[in-house]
Nanobody
Framework: QVQLVDSGGGLVQAGGSLRLSCAAS????????VGWFRQAAGKEREFVAA????????EYADSVKGRFTISRDNAKNVVYLQMNYLKPEDTAVYYC????????????????WGQGTQVTVSS
């Protein structure tokens, strides 16, 4: 069983930055692809970014490309999402998840999820 804890959310003005963290309870976390998803009020959960085991392969949603950066520190069992130039439309609850098998952009391919952290961007 993998337990993931999301943190780092908060209230920020448009154009500001936040860094989210996803901490895992087990060392085997380092061998998994990890993704970040978000869900705005009244909308479906959507893919944001994902990072492979070694950290050298990443994938981003078009809406965040160039503004968000995903990274990982396998020695600490932590994955980060650095979010810059935030926009009001980035407001959502952000979740990290550990990939079981399948396409990185497909939420159904992930089996363990964090509890979520709220990000609110004011205009």
């Amino acid at each position: 069983q993998v337990q993931l804890v999301d943190s780092g959310g908060g209230l920020v003005q448009a154009g500001g930055s936040l860094r989210l963290s996803c901490a895992a309870s087990v060392r085997t976390f380092s061998i998994n692809t990890v993704g970040w998803f978000r869900q705005a009020a009244g909308k479906e959960r959507e893919f944001v970014a994902a990072i492979g085991q070694s950290g050298t392969t990443t994938e981003y949603a078009d809406s965040v490309k160039g503004r968000f950066t995903i990274s990982r520190d396998n020695a600490k069992n932590v994955v980060y999402l650095q979010m810059n130039y935030l926009k009001p439309e980035d407001t959502a609850v952000y979740y990290c998840a550990s990939l079981r098998n399948g396409q990185w952009r497909n939420a159904n391919a992930y089996d363990y999820w964090g509890q979520g952290t709220q990000v609110t961007v004011s205009s």
